[in-house]
């Protein structure tokens, strides 16, 4: 147990970690050129809140959450997802009396007693996006068309948009009849959860993971079918938009949200090769969630993006992450225990310089030294031994070249500061 991480958990290593980096920094760029500021908020909340905000009959609320007791007896949940945080902070912080619309982004980790497999895990982590306050169809192609272009900035090219309707509160209750009326003859055949959802939630039938109850769904009536004028009209405008961004889409009608605050466009993004996950972004408008959430109406829209995921695709697509690899640039080699010391104060204040620089801990041979120089694949290696600390000199080895110079110690930052720059 001591020397185990939790099942569904990661460690993300040395090597791997500088990917992260860069998928998150480039998220952070994206959404600063789209006009979206980062949001923190706390890794967890009153359950309460992801019951109204995610919904009871969702996999999340029904079986996935890490719920707990407090010490001061408060039921509290590590946060499944990124939205309805959000929400709760711009409420709580009336970010709704600014001017609207509000568009966040948050990237960080997310809980989910899901079942550990490839691209399922139990801490993952998302980048998100929500804009909160219109409802203009271009709104939603601007965060479809973030997230592609995300994706496209990374190096993946081939991205597919699955997109649909799903509604309003206009439309939804005859779109139940519809679906319940389809259903009715089948019920026997559905799976226990589904037989529920027939009662609590029909449209979640259709989200079913359940091979028997997909095949029933594939002809049941599309939410398209139902839908109402303004539906229609709304989804018409936010593929009109697409096509303007030149997104490739594709629509969709087996593609649900089945809550009654997600409205109007539903979309996935979908990869090939990374297995059964293929998901690796999901989103979509719900204009009742802000409302449902205890505050005044008001329209929102968002994705979630599957980080973990979105790498295993990265990596799949044989994207070129490396070089992104920061070596250091100097590594110090000392041969007498008397230029400890100045080694030492050398190595930071290189460091302090902002020139990356490594050096030897353990007083190891000249040879062990400069074997660990050509392991770093530093460009210069100084070397300090005791005639050079008399001479007030030190050796400088340019490793691309082997060739060896010796430079007067109140000399060598200015000379690896042009050194370096020869080299960039
Ligand atoms: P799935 O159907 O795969 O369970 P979901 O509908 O639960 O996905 P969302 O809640 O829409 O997923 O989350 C958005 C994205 O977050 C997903 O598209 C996926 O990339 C990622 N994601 C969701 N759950 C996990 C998980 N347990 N481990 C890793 N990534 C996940
Ligand atoms: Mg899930």
Not at 31 to 47: A, K, L, M, N, V
Not at 78 to 83: D, K, N, V
Not at 216 to 233: D, F, V
Request: proline share 4%; hydrophobic share 35%.
């Amino acid at each position: 147990m001591l020397t185990t991480r939790p099942r569904g958990t990661n460690d993300i290593l040395p090597g791997e970690v500088e990917k992260w980096q860069f998928i998150e920094n480039e998220a952070r760029k994206v959404s600063r050129d789209f006009g979206y500021q980062e949001i923190r908020t706390p890794i967890f909340e009153h359950t309460e809140l992801f019951l109204r905000g995610v919904g009871e009959t969702t996999d999340i609320v029904e079986k996935e959450m890490y719920s707990f007791f407090d010490r001061g007896k408060r039921n509290i949940t590590l946060r499944p997802e990124g939205t309805a945080s959000t929400v709760r902070a711009f409420l709580e912080n009336k970010l709704f009396a600014e001017p609207q619309p509000t568009k966040m982004y948050y990237i960080g980790p997310m809980f989910r007693y899901d079942r550990p497999q490839a691209g399922r895990y139990r801490q993952f982590h998302q980048y998100g996006v929500e804009v909160f306050g219109s409802h203009h169809p271009s709104v939603d192609a601007e965060v479809i068309g973030l997230a592609c272009t995300y994706l496209e900035k990374l190096g993946l090219s081939g991205i597919k948009v699955h997109i649909n309707t799903v509604g309003c509160p206009e439309c939804r209750p005859q779109h139940h009849v519809n679906l319940l009326k389809y259903f009715e003859d089948k019920k026997d055949k559905l799976c226990n959860t589904c037989q529920d959802r027939m009662a609590k939630n029909p449209l979640r039938i259709l989200d079913c993971k359940n091979s028997t109850c997909q095949e029933i769904s594939i002809s049941a009536p599309t939410t398209e079918s139902s839908a109402c004028s303004e539906c229609k009209g709304h989804f018409q405008q936010v593929l009109n938009y697409l096509e303007i961004l030149e997104v490739n889409y594709l629509v969709d009608p087996k593609l649900v949200r089945g809550l009654d605050y997600y409205t109007h466009t539903a979309f996935e993004i979908l990869v090939q090769g990374i297995g059964a996950q293929s998901a690796i972004c999901g989103g979509g408008r719900y204009n009742g969630l802000i409302e449902q959430c205890g505050g005044k109406p008001m329209p929102g829209i968002g994705f979630a993006m599957g980080l973990e995921r979105l790498l295993l695709t990265l990596n799949n697509e044989k994207v070129n992450l490396t070089g992104l690899l920061s070596n250091p640039e100097i590594y110090i080699a000392v041969t007498s225990p008397k230029a400890q010391e100045l080694s030492f104060r050398l190595a930071m204040e290189l460091r302090k310089k902002g020139i990356s620089t490594e050096k030897d801990y353990f007083e190891k041979s000249l040879k062990a030294q400069m074997k660990a120089a050509d392991r770093f694949d530093v460009k210069f290696t100084l070397i300090l031994g005791e005639e050079e600390l008399a001479n007030n000199k030190i050796i400088v080895k340019e490793m691309a070249t082997s060739e060896q110079k010796e430079i007067p110690i109140d000399d060598i930052l200015s000379y690896l500061e042009r050194g370096l720059l020869k080299n960039d």
